[in-house]
């Protein structure tokens, strides 16, 4: 299973996610590939937001090795799910599909935490809230394991 997570910006949200998706999978010893993006180019090459960073540690994940990128069309081809954090992500990743193989690929991550709600994972960038996003995004990625595995 390959697995890419989106935001806006690749330096809050998906990177966390992406961590918190990563060590569940280190402790089953699964192999899945996991990584993230930003819809975004801003933040192209930048470590994670020191907030993410934090809470992340807090919690026994470091993502300090991450950075940030764009995503890509070639995303399409190399996974076989990609998770947007919000709506906004969800529609410019959309548009960029080829067709309808491409586009079912994507999917709101909260939809994972909490069925057909089409949640956004509210953004720590404007909430400074990254407690509240750790609680979701571990929700999520836990019920996405069990559902996947
Ligand atoms: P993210 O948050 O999409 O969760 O990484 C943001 C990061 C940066 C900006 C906006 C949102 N920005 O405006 O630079």
């Known amino acids: 299973m390959k697995i890419l ?4 910006g690749n330096i809050c ?12 999978i280190e402790r089953e010893s699964l192999d899945w590939t996991v990584d993230s993006a930003g819809t975004s180019s801003w933040h192209i090459e930048e470590i994670p937001h020191k907030g993410s960073i934090a809470i992340a ?34 529609q410019n990743i ?22 057909g709600s089409n949640m956004a994972v509210p953004d720590p960038y404007y909430t400074g809230d990254f407690q509240e996003v750790y609680d979701l995004l ?9 559902e996947l595995r």
Do not use: H, W
């Open 94 to 115: 959309v548009q960029l599909a080829k067709d309808k193989l491409q586009e079912v690929k994507v999917e709101l991550l909260l939809n994972y935490a909490y069925p």
């Open 138 to 146: 571990d929700l999520a990625c836990a019920n996405l394991m069990a």
């Open 57 to 90: 540690k807090e919690n026994g994940i470091d993502i300090t090795n991450q950075r940030g990128r764009q995503f890509s069309v070639r995303d399409f081809e190399e996974f076989d799910l990609i998770l947007a954090m919000d709506s906004e992500n969800y």
């Open 5 to 8: 997570m989106v935001c806006l």
């Open 13 to 24: 949200r998906s990177p966390l996610a992406e961590g918190i998706l990563k060590s569940k």
